[in-house]
Nanobody
Framework: QVQLVESGGDLVQPGGSLRLSCEASRMLVSLGNMAWYRQAPGKQRELVAV???????NYASSVKGRFTISRDNAGNTMSLQMNSLKPEDTAVYYC?????????WGEGTQVTVSS
């Protein structure tokens, strides 16, 4: 079992930046792929970014060039640096971790981009 706790969500103006963190209950070196998802009101949850244990990353086209995912395999924290935020980035952001056929989710952190 893995517990994941997200933090860093906030209200920010368009064009601003935020850094989200996901703290796991075990060291990330013991986990497989980790990812950030988001869910806006009335919409399905969507993949934002994923990072493999080796550090290979992949991004949704809507955030490519603006968001950066990273993980500290020597520790227990994964992050999402979000720059040039847009109102359409408003959503609850969720951390996900996988290991084999198992998958765990955090409870989410709210990001609101508004003037």
């Amino acid at each position: 079992q893995v517990q994941l706790v997200e933090s860093g969500g906030d209200l920010v103006q368009p064009g601003g930046s935020l850094r989200l963190s996901c703290e796991a209950s075990r060291m990330l070196v013991s986990l497989g792929n980790m990812a950030w998802y988001r869910q806006a009101p009335g919409k399905q949850r969507e993949l934002v970014a994923v990072i493999s244990p080796a550090g290979t990353t992949n991004y949704a086209s809507s955030v490519k060039g603006r968001f950066t995912i990273s993980r500290d395999n020597a520790g227990n924290t994964m992050s999402l640096q979000m720059n040039s935020l847009k109102p359409e980035d408003t959503a609850v952001y969720y951390c996900n971790a996988e290991l084999g056929h198992m998958s765990w989710w955090g409870e989410g952190t709210q990001v609101t981009v508004s003037s």
